[in-house]
């Protein structure tokens, strides 16, 4: 089970940290990721992260704004949102999947957190 937390409302140029803990399983050889949705629109990849840290990935509208990480220890899952645009306003999901590789589809993973509603003013 995936429970994600830190959103909130921030004005436009802030930041907020998500966070997103496992509970249940070893934690330690998912492979996890950040999604966002807004309605009416499909689940966008935002990063993901391979189970060691090792290697993260990013979608070209968060590059250089946002950093996901983890502490495998505290099986939790984090994204730090920085330079925050109305844009990136939106439900944000966490996920994992028992892989090695680093994914970035919707349909590539099996377990899901709730969502945390992310809104930026500007």
Avoid: H
Wanted: glycine share 10%; charged share 15%.
């Amino acid at each position: 089970q995936l429970q994600a937390s830190g959103g909130g409302l921030v004005q436009s140029g802030g930041s907020l940290r998500l966070s997103c803990a496992a509970s249940g399983r070893t934690f330690g050889n998912y492979a996890c990721a950040w999604f966002r949705q807004t309605p009416g629109k499909e689940r966008e990849f935002v990063a993901a992260i391979t189970w060691s840290g090792a290697t993260t990935s990013y979608a070209d509208s968060v590059k250089g704004r946002f950093t996901i990480s983890r502490d495998n220890a505290k099986n939790t899952v984090y994204l730090q949102m920085n330079s925050l645009k109305p844009e990136d306003t939106a439900v944000y999901y966490c996920a994992a999947k028992a892989t090695y590789i680093l994914l970035r589809l919707p349909s590539d993973y099996d377990y899901w957190g709730q969502g945390t509603q992310v809104t930026v003013s500007s």
